[in-house]
């Protein structure tokens, strides 16, 4: 669900062995972000971690760490 219909809030292309991106979005746990890799080759996606981001770590829109 958050990969069909989040919002990408940091890209890595140049990631090795694939680009690399960030991907937040609802799900019924609430917000989520998940980390994944594109293989590009295989069109394949791999969801490497999924997590609730923690409020105090992040700014009020999820999208950035706090500082």
């Known amino acids: 669900m958050v990969l069909d219909n989040g ?9 090795e062995p ?3 991106r960030l991907v937040l979005g609802t799900c019924r746990l609430g917000f989520l972000h998940v980390a994944v890799r594109d293989n590009i080759d295989d069109d394949e996606i ?4 999924a997590y609730q981001p923690d409020p ?6 999820l999208k950035r760490p706090r500082k």
Do not use: G, H, K, Q
């Open 7 to 15: 919002e990408d809030i940091e890209s890595r292309p140049d990631d």
């Open 18 to 20: 694939y680009p690399a």
């Open 46 to 49: 791999v969801i490497e971690t």
């Open 56 to 61: 105090a770590l992040w700014e009020l829109d």
